[in-house]
Each structure stands twice: as structure tokens, then as C-alpha cells.
């Protein structure tokens, strides 16, 4: 049997003298096999990233350069569509008149070159840089730009504009203006604090001798300093008229949305809520940046092969993908990130949301709403009506929305959704519990994904973490790499971060539905069963992926126990 000849870096490898022809022969097989990219199969067969990059550096003649001399901020990142960056094997470090520097992995990968130039309109120059360096610059330089969209928030309040009921603001003004003023100052404060500590919730709370505001930052209720009591009716009052509420009305739960421009340009929504305590209303703001949406794949945490199983879902034709999770899993950026990806000019999107938190162009967003009798099962049903290529369900609640969802998956269509449940086997039987035939169950769904979000570890501030062996053994940890002197971090915290910790990161449990799982569902087996199957296919827990990103350094021990541990 002849096998096709060795190119591009497996042939600069052999040539150096890293690895011998019949070695290449093999990676390069596999690669194709397993459609992986040529510098993943070379790490996965034990060649380290600095042989890697020192080949390529003399085989092709280009100079080797340390990434970590390179300041993110300095990174011409913007310059590049992000869909170029996706794989992490190429980096745009700096610009020159119409010269532009990009470091590369492979640099036998010619079609990259190419892409660079076409979407620059610049003339490029190429280094050689090692593959785990390129995607951890990456990161750091993603997370960058978003730490300077909210760096100017403090600068100037005068520059933020609130779109809402402002012009009702005058029915809740004191006999003291300079008190408004104090109100007005510190509620949009608080707004913006918020945003630049990255939080997601914000906790307006009346007790009888306190008012407590708190965000939830990280997943964690963290309390903020909080005027007097005296000034929590009018605080109340201030956000209500901001979101368009009632403000007369103080006994019954009201809804509402406020929307902040930033002097960026970027703009902000917050989901508003009020609720009747028995010292006054309490309001939770939930906060919609768009732009979690638009990190891009790479960014969420997956696995590489748990993003391939992800990618090769949603390029199927038709079929159902399921998230599900706790409330606050990230499951809505998830469903929201691949919507992204299939958000083409020859795609026809419809979502039906309660409410839509995260405003799309190019997507048609639908509010449900069951007091007009717009259900989910109502807007679907209109969905088949009209053209759809990917449908969106915010949640399959009931048996009549499950139904309708399966049709569409059944009849062309490609249906995300999510449920609340566990893990990814338990979501089958969820679906079987509802009275939804196992047959159809097997014939539609595709591909559950179950996730968490546990908090990252801060760079700046982590230290290594003593802990047993045999407690290493008995959290999960595989003896062999426990014996090999695992290295595990933990949360320290400093100025930097919040108690140890700086934003988060998914932890995933990626469950295609096999031929096998099928037959087991069609006979109406529990999810123990289905677990169990996950395990003899080699799909890891939800336990497991987060013992990964413990081996990695990624977050603590401690912190997955927190998400993971039942």
C-alpha cells in the first residue's frame, strides 16, 4: 500500500530530524482521520511545541520569536476578522505602514498566509511562534479588549446615555434637588460599576435597618457599599423610571429594560425586575452585553474534541441540539455562539425566547408572551411556516413544545434548545418523561451538551496547591498522573481579581446520541443506562472535564467540587 507523500511540516520535522519518515507517515494519517489539525497530532504523539517551532523555524527559513516580549494591548488584533483567529495558530503582531507581521504555527499553512493578505489589504510578513503561546496570547489580548471597552466608564458619566422613561422622571422628585442629583449620580454608578467588574447580576435589596446591594461577579453575590436607608425608596424609584415601570404601582412584581450607551459606542441592556418585600421592593437587574456572544468558540472553554463534536452538529442540515444546565450555566452564550456561526446571508434564523437577552442582526427574535397566548409552541408552529433553516427555542417546557421542536428536526430543519437538567443523560430521559416517544427521541436529537461555569484562577496572584495523593485519587485524578507529580493551583487573591478568581470558564459535558444510546432509549432505559454508555464511548462527565481544567491550571479543585461535586 503507497502512502501519500510527507508535506509541508511533517516534512520540515523529518528533515530537521525530530521525527523519522514512518513516524510522520502515521501523524499525518491520523490527522486526516481524526480531521485534526497537523501541530495537534504532533503534540498528541509527545513532540513538544518548542520542537516544533525551532523546525519550522530552520526548515522554512523564518525567524523564531518569544511571544512573551509582546504586550496584548500593542497586538493589532482588530485588523483581522475573528474568524481568522478561531484555531489559534496565527497571530497578528504588529503593523508597519503596509507591512504586517503574523506569527505562525505552521508556516507551511499557505491558505492562512493568503487570508490575511486578502482581508488586510497589507503585504505580510511571517515569524514562527509556538502553538500554545499564539492561543494563550489570544486570550489574553481578547480579554484586553474588553477590559478597555469598560476602562473609560469612570472617566465621565456625562458620556453615558440612558435610553428609558426620562421623561417621567419628574413625578418622583423630592423637595431637595441636590438629593435627585445625589440619587440620579449613584444609581447609574452602580450601572456602570457593574460593567466594569463584569457581573451579571445586580441585587437591589430593602431590609427594615439596611439597604444592601450586592453583584454577582464570577457567579458569586460579592456586597458593594450602599447609601443610607433613608435614600432606598427614592433609589427604587430611580431605576423603576429608568426601566419604564409603574412607579405608583409597589404591590405586585413589574418588568423592564433599560439601555446604556457608553461612550464607546457599545451599548448595554439591563433586564430589569421589581418584587414586593416586606420592606419595600427589591430589584434584580440582569445585564445583557452583547458581546458575550461574539467571543467566538474558542474562547468558552471546550475541549478541542468536544468543540469539534459541537462545530460537526451544527454544520449538520437538520436535527435537534440540546444545552442544558442550571440557571446562570452559561447556556444562552452557548446556543448564542453557534447561532453566530450559522448566521449567514442563505440562513433563515428564528428564535422564540422569554425574553430575547442578547439582540442579533440578521436573526429573527421573537418575545413570547403567554398572556397574549404567544407560547413557545405558538411562535414554532409559526416558525414552519415561514421558510426556517434554524429554529431557536428558548426552552422546551412542556410536552406540546417538545413535540413541535422534534417535528421541525425531523422535517429539515436544524432546532437548538435547552432544558434544565443534570447532565446530558439525564436530558433523554427528561424528554422521555414528557411523554415524547423514545423513536423520536433517537431520530432527532443529535448532540446534549451539559455545562457549568466555574471562576478562572487568577494568573497574578495562584500558588501551588500541596495536596495528597491519595486525596488526588479518591476527587478522580488518574493514579498515573498523580504518581507523575500532578501540579494543582489554588485561589490566593490579590488587587487583581476577586477573592483569587477572574471571570469564568465552561466546563462541558459533550454527549453526541449515539446508534447505541438510541436502542436504549427506544426501549425506554433510564439514565444510568445512558451514563453508562457515555463511559464505554469514552465522552468524559461533567466531573471529568473539570479535572482537566484543574490538571491545566485553568481554576482550583476546590472551585470544580463547588459546580461539579454532588
Known amino acids: 500500500m503507497t502512502h501519500p507523500p510527507i508535506t509541508g511540516l511533517l516534512a520540515a520535522l523529518v528533515k530537521t530530524g525530530v521525527i523519522d519518515a514512518p513516524r510522520a507517515t502515521e501523524i499525518q494519517e491520523k490527522a486526516k482521520a481524526s480531521k485534526e489539525s497537523t501541530i495537534q497530532a504532533l503534540m498528541g504523539n509527545g513532540i513538544s511545541a518548542a520542537q516544533i517551532a525551532r523546525a519550522a523555524s530552520r526548515n522554512f527559513g523564518l525567524p523564531l520569536v518569544d511571544l512573551e516580549a509582546f504586550d496584548t494591548s500593542e497586538l493589532p488584533i482588530k485588523l483581522v ?13 504588529r503593523q508597519r505602514g503596509r507591512r504586517l507581521t503574523v506569527a505562525l504555527a505552521d508556516p507551511s499553512d499557505l491558505g492562512i498566509i493568503e487570508s490575511f493578505r486578502f482581508s488586510t489589504n497589507l503585504t505580510i510578513d511571517t515569524v514562527v511562534a509556538e502553538a500554545p503561546k499564539i492561543g494563550r496570547l489570544l ?18 458619566l456625562a458620556n453615558i446615555q440612558i435610553e428609558g422613561g426620562e421623561d417621567s422622571a419628574a413625578a418622583e422628585q423630592s423637595d431637595d434637588p441636590l438629593q435627585d442629583d445625589v440619587v ?46 433613608t435614600l432606598a425608596d427614592r433609589i427604587v424609584s430611580r431605576v423603576k423610571v429608568m426601566s419604564r415601570m409603574d412607579i405608583s404601582e409597589r404591590r405586585i412584581p413589574q418588568d423592564g429594560r433599560i439601555k446604556l450607551k457608553l461612550s464607546a459606542g457599545r451599548s448595554i441592556d439591563f433586564r430589569v425586575n421589581s418584587c414586593p418585600t416586606l420592606f419595600g421592593e427589591k430589584i434584580v437587574l440582569r445585564i445583557l452585553d452583547p458581546s458575550s456572544a461574539q467571543l467566538g468558540i474558542d474562547s468558552l472553554g471546550y475541549e478541542a474534541e468536544q468543540k469539534e463534536l459541537y462545530l460537526k452538529a451544527l454544520n449538520r442540515p437538520y436535527g435537534m441540539i440540546l444545552v442544558t444546565g442550571p440557571t446562570g450555566s452559561g447556556k444562552t452564550v452557548s446556543l448564542y455562539t453557534g447561532l453566530n456561526i450559522l448566521n449567514t446571508m442563505d440562513r433563515n434564523i428564528s428564535t422564540a ?53 422534534i417535528k421541525a428536526a425531523q422535517t429539515g430543519h436544524l432546532v437548538l434548545s435547552t432544558l434544565h437538567t443534570n447532565d446530558a443523560p439525564q436530558t433523554l430521559t427528561r424528554l422521555l418523561n414528557m411523554g415524547v416517544p423514545g423513536y423520536n427521541i433517537a431520530s432527532s436529537v443529535n448532540l446534549i451538551i451539559a455545562q457549568r461555569l466555574a471562576r478562572r484562577l ?25 504518581h507523575n507529580g500532578l501540579k494543582l493551583f489554588k ?29 436504549i432509549i427506544m426501549r425506554g432505559g433510564n439514565s444510568m443506562e445512558l451514563a453508562e454508555q457515555a463511559r464505554k464511548e469514552n465522552i468524559p462527565d461533567l466531573r471529568s472535564s473539570g479535572l482537566r481544567k484543574v490538571q491545566a491550571g485553568v481554576t482550583s479543585l476546590e472551585e470544580i467540587n463547588r459546580v461539579t461535586k454532588d
Open 458 to 482: 487568577c494568573n497574578a496572584c495562584k500558588k501551588v496547591d500541596q495536596v495528597p495523593e491519595e486525596e488526588l485519587i479518591r476527587e478522580g485524578f488518574k493514579p498515573e498522573d498523580v
Open 491 to 519: 485561589a490566593v487573591g490579590c488587587d487583581q481579581c476577586t477573592n483569587g478568581y477572574k471571570g469564568r470558564v465552561g466546563i462541558y459535558q459533550v454527549m453526541p446520541v449515539s446508534e447505541e444510546m438510541g436502542r
Open 353 to 405: 425566547e422569554d425574553p430575547a437577552e442578547i439582540v442579533v442582526p440578521g436573526i429573527n427574535q421573537v418575545n413570547v408572551n403567554a398572556r397574549v397566548g404567544l407560547t413557545f409552541a405558538s411562535a414554532l408552529r409559526a416558525f414552519l411556516r415561514q421558510d426556517p433553516d434554524v429554529i431557536m427555542v428558548g426552552e422546551i417546557r412542556d410536552l406540546e413544545t417538545a413535540e413541535i421542536a
Open 139 to 156: 486570550e489574553e489580548a481578547a480579554n484586553h479588549s474588553m477590559d478597555a471597552l469598560t476602562a473609560d466608564l469612570d472617566d465621565d
Open 81 to 93: 476578522p475573528a474568524k481568522l483567529l478561531e484555531n489559534g495558530n496565527a497571530l497578528p503582531l
Open 184 to 229: 440620579v449620580k449613584f444609581v447609574t454608578k452602580v450601572l456602570t460599576d457593574a460593567i466594569r467588574r463584569k457581573a451579571s447580576d445586580i441585587h437591589i435589596e430593602p431590609y427594615e435597618k439596611q439597604f444592601r446591594i450586592r453583584f454577582r461577579i464570577d457567579g458569586i453575590l460579592t456586597e458593594m457599599p450602599a447609601p443610607p436607608r
